[in-house]
């Protein structure tokens, strides 16, 4: 085994030994009179990045990843956290919370362990969380699915109960409880920026409570009564409604009507103290009560964003435009100089800075400087 710039060059197993890696041995002096040679068994050699020894910084947030996934999922799954070690959490080793609606094989575990040193935790969702309240009609969720048969996840049943978990549950897991903040995560996405600062304690020290990376129109067709339903709420529980709010990012017209702007929750950080707190809670079970998860198809994203925009003030809310990030099929890329320099997205592959994005409102409602667009960096 020989040492060149920090790389172990570790023999392949014909050459009879354990490919192992070594002691970071950067300032081991070489003596001159030894003639170079490359031994043959160099031929067949593999290089390896030695890692980088543990730097947990004395200052972290109380939080953790979650990931709602399947088994079938567990290579996505790998994708995703291959990434965030590689890009961040290699130095901060914030845990990893895996949670299902059947309990997870033992293959799945083994696959997940080596890709992090942080603490693994594998939750079965209860079957409470992930079933009919009984208060809804089956038969008619049924119908409604086969008739929104054309509309994207319309015609399926587990999709619903997805965003309904999503939308009201994971956060008070059992092993969530333990937790402040979360940052949900998705198997198969990318992220593509190398990420030197704590996205948590920005959280933290900034009092926000609510973050995104991308901002869409949902397809009317799945909430066709979501907003009614919310007005309702805000009637009924005007003091729950925050003062400085963003009602103008989610209405065009003082509330009368919803833009369907919302932030993409495949990927979120949050506090999920607010989301177990009275305000979010009252909201979850307003709508559950109104049955739109199942006669509908009501997202996640939608539920939350109108959550954030109406129940927490404007300045809560934080667009992390530095987190490189692609769930297929939109990415975030940063085109400003300082931050692009460690990506390996394209910048002019941004849908923040597209007309359909609701990002650039986000931005002057809050009164936050704008994104660099590439054309303004680059030739
Ligand atoms: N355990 C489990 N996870 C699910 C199920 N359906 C979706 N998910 C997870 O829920 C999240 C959103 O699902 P996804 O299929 O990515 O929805 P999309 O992003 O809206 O297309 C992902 O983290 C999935 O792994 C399910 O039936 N069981
Ligand atoms: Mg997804």
Known sequence: MSLHNGLASVNTPTAGRQPILQEHKQHSVQTPTKKKTTPKHRKNTILIQKPL????????????????????????????????????NRNF??????????PFTEEFKELMRPMSRANMTFGLVPTEHWSYPEWISKTKAQETRKAMKNIVYGWSESYRHMCRYQSGFFFQHEAMLPFDYYWRIEPDVEYSCDMDFDPFL??????????????????METIPTLWNVTRDFMEKYPH???????????S????????????????????????????????FNHLDQAGGFFYERWGDAPVHSIAAALLLPMDQL????????????????????????K??????RNVNRERMSCTNRFLELAGVKGMVYPEEVFD
């Open 318 to 341: 934080h667009f992390f435009k530095e987190i490189g990030y692609f769930h297929a099929p939109f990415y975030n890329c940063p085109a400003e100089p300082e931050l692009q320099i």
């Open 202 to 219: 920005y959280m933290q020290d900034n009092n926000k409570k609510y973050a995104f990376t991308m901002s869409l129109p949902e397809y």
């Open 252 to 283: 065009d017209d003082g509330g009368k009507t919803y833009n369907t702007c919302h932030f993409w929750s495949n990927f979120e950080i949050a506090d999920a103290r607010w989301m177990r707190g009275e305000a979010y809670q009252q909201y």
């Open 343 to 348: 990506c390996h997205c394209n910048p002019s």
């Open 53 to 88: 020894p543990p730097k947990i910084p004395a200052r972290r947030a109380n939080a953790a990843f979650v990931m709602l996934v399947r088994n079938t999922d567990a290579l996505g799954a790998r994708m995703t956290i291959r990434q965030i070690e590689d890009r961040f």
């Open 240 to 250: 729950l409604v925050a003062e400085n709010n963003s009602l103008d990012f989610i």
């Open 93 to 102: 080793q914030y845990p990893y919370v895996f949670l299902n609606d059947v």
